[in-house]
């Protein structure tokens, strides 16, 4: 078994280190790519970039944005992959008529603007949101730090770009026709991903397997990774 993890949006793929490191120790994979949202690619093209990196027997790992991708992949190439796991995942990430389960498209334009602007305040920002109300918020907040700063984040061409696939895309229809084995896992304190979105994805397909864990926040690194390794650790078992 092989694990390809797909990151969320901007986010530095050293955070998952050793998350990897403490995934290899309990799961017999032959090797852990995380792959970062960094480049100007539209949904087809993103496709096509992952079937580069993807080989059979893959466990597809993909976290928020990441995990729409994953998905979308899963859906063209499902020959290829052995389990499909998303964290904190919104099929239809900006709130719409028929899915109010999601970010107001008022909030979601706002960090659009600030994005394209400020660079130190979105990661400011973008970092208090993604680990707000965690397990242990404070301390995963400092280490992000370490490595998510104006200076590492994509260019803003890439963010813009990015912020417009993860404003368009649409996986509910795909979602919806998995039939491979799945896991999608949810934080009960998420403050960008609602904790309803989790009842509305096994509506969607009833085949999956839903977790949502109280006390972890959007961020699936540092506090959250002991009860999401135990939970992956677990699906992984039953794959083989």
């Known amino acids: 078994m092989n694990v390809v993890i797909i990151n969320g949006w901007a986010m530095p793929s050293g955070i998952w280190s050793e998350f990897c490191d403490r995934l290899k ?15 100007c690619l539209n949904v087809d093209e993103w496709v096509l970039y992952l079937d580069e990196i993807v ?3 893959t466990l597809l790992i993909g976290w928020s944005l990441g995990g729409m991708l994953a998905i979308e992949y899963a859906h063209q190439h499902p020959e290829k992959i052995l389990g499909l796991c998303t964290l904190q ?12 389960v999601a970010m107001a498209p008022s909030v979601f334009y706002e960090f659009k603007q600030l994005a394209e602007c400020d660079a130190k305040s979105t990661t400011k ?49 795909r979602l919806g026709t998995l039939g491979l084995p799945q896991l999608h896992i949810y934080g009960e304190n998420d403050q960008l991903v609602p904790k309803a979105v989790a009842k509305q994805v096994e509506v969607l397909n009833d085949r999956a397997h839903i977790e949502l864990i109280g006390g972890i926040s959007h961020f699936p690194c540092y506090s959250a990774a002991n009860p999401l390794l135990e939970r992956i650790t677990e699906f992984a078992g039953g794959l083989n």
């Open 55 to 57: 080989e059979p027997d």
């Open 89 to 100: 995942m919104n099929p239809k990430f900006v709130a719409e008529s028929d899915w109010p």
């Open 125 to 173: 920002r973008f970092g208090f949101l993604v680990t707000a109300k965690g397990l242990d918020a404070l301390s995963d907040l400092k280490a992000l730090k370490q490595s998510f700063t104006a200076d590492t984040i994509p260019t803003t061409g890439i963010l813009r770009n990015t912020l417009g696939l993860l404003e368009t895309l649409d996986v509910r229809a």
């Open 25 to 39: 120790r309990i799961t017999a994979y032959e090797y852990c790519r995380v792959i970062d949202i960094d480049r």
